[in-house]
């Protein structure tokens, strides 16, 4: 018996849940500009079994603050396995402009769906939080053997982002 011979309420019910944490590493703290690479692919542990589709449902995101200019928007894009952000000198780095990516077509075909953070609140030195709620991005890892897929950020507003470093905290469904 499969999940759609059951009610709405009970499928619900019989889907479990649970917080995913992901520590990135951004800049040294030069300065970002818009569509710049915020940081590389991390890969994120999503399901319980191998190969298995979850859904991401929320997102928060904590960061040290080192000044509070570090409450730019940017994006976070979730693919469905590691893209290999490359440029003309190789692998892309943080800071390296998006607009130099040469990437192939078919890694960029990875992307499963991207989430904007525009709502970043300076909470004092040191912290930072912002979040995203009901994103309903369906996520199953490309390899039917692995439990990951990954994420990568890129900025939407010149900031320093001194920050060393930002959780992610994901919120997924599973089935």
């Known amino acids: 018996m499969g999940l759609r011979d059951y009610s709405a309420q009970e499928r619900l019910n019989k889907m479990t849940v649970d917080v995913v ?15 710049d690479l915020f940081f590389t692919p991390q890969p994120i542990t999503v399901s319980e079994v191998p190969g298995q589709a979850v859904i991401i449902q929320s997102l928060s995101v904590i960061g040290a603050s ?4 570090e409450t730019g928007d940017f994006d976070l894009v979730i693919c469905s396995q590691n893209p290999v952000l490359i440029d003309s000198g190789g692998l892309m780095d943080p800071n390296d402009p998006m607009s130099g990516c ?5 890694n960029m075909s990875a992307v499963l769906g991207i989430i904007n953070i525009t709502n ?6 040191p912290t930072l939080i912002g979040s995203a709620d ?5 996520a199953k890892p490309e390899n ?4 990951n897929i990954f994420v990568f950020g890129i900025t939407r507003s010149a900031n320093t982002w001194d920050s060393p470093s930002l959780k ?5 469904v599973r089935d």
């Open 102 to 106: 040469i990437t192939t077509h078919d």
């Open 66 to 69: 080192t000044g509070g200019d």
């Open 120 to 125: 970043m609140i300076d909470m004092g030195d």
């Open 21 to 35: 944490d992901v520590n990135v590493t951004i800049s040294d703290g030069s300065a970002y500009q818009t569509d």
């Open 134 to 138: 009901n994103i309903g991005i369906v």
């Open 168 to 172: 992610l905290r994901f919120g997924i």
């Open 144 to 147: 039917p053997t692995t439990n």
